[in-house]
């Protein structure tokens, strides 16, 4: 049997393996961060090819600050040229920006710069929701909060407050470089996600992979808890 709708709306993807991919060629780490951003680059711009509604980017989790010093910086420094360069290129093709995690909490300088992509891609019609400071369990107890804030804690008050609660519910979650874990990366939300690991590292995996995994998808059969 399939998936009933066959349709992936919502795909999340932890982009792992960028260092991984740099050692075994002998190069910088920061050239697997380079090559990875390409990967994200190529993989938003054949969106308008799937079904997707909202592609969700782990880029930056609450726990990477512990990195060395200088790997955070370069990621930051990408940050800064990725939003700069691809902006005009997200307002062209209708892709509205949205921002999951603390990211207030970041360098001034990239807040001012997200919150321009959010102003300028208010509208567009297709999401790539982009996870910057972000760990799950930090979201789920902040949305908690603010359910008992206004009254009984249930699952749907939790959901209302949420860093996804604009968003369609999540489908298909990716991992690639072969690690099987969720890292913290959207807890709630991959309670009944249908879930898929790659063993490809993330400046390999190609739109051609993300085409396999919705077909994958579609032939799954989700029951919900259900028979």
Known sequence: M???AG???HVAIIMDGNGRWAKARHLPRV???QRGVEAVRKLVRSLHD???ECLTLYAFSSENWKRPDDEVDDLMNMMRKFIKSDLPEFIANDVKLHILGDWRGLAPDIVALLEDALAQTAKGSRTLAVALNYGSQQEIARAAT???EEGAITAEAIERHLNTAALPPLDLLIRTSGEVRLSNFLLWQCAYAEMMFTDVLWPD???AHLTDALDDFARRERRFGGR
Do not use: D, K, M, Y
């Open 7 to 9: 349709v992936a709306r």
């Open 50 to 52: 799937t079904s997707i």
């Open 2 to 4: 399939t998936n009933e």
């Open 31 to 33: 050239v697997g961060h």
């Open 146 to 148: 603010r359910a008992a």
């Open 205 to 207: 995996f190609t739109p």
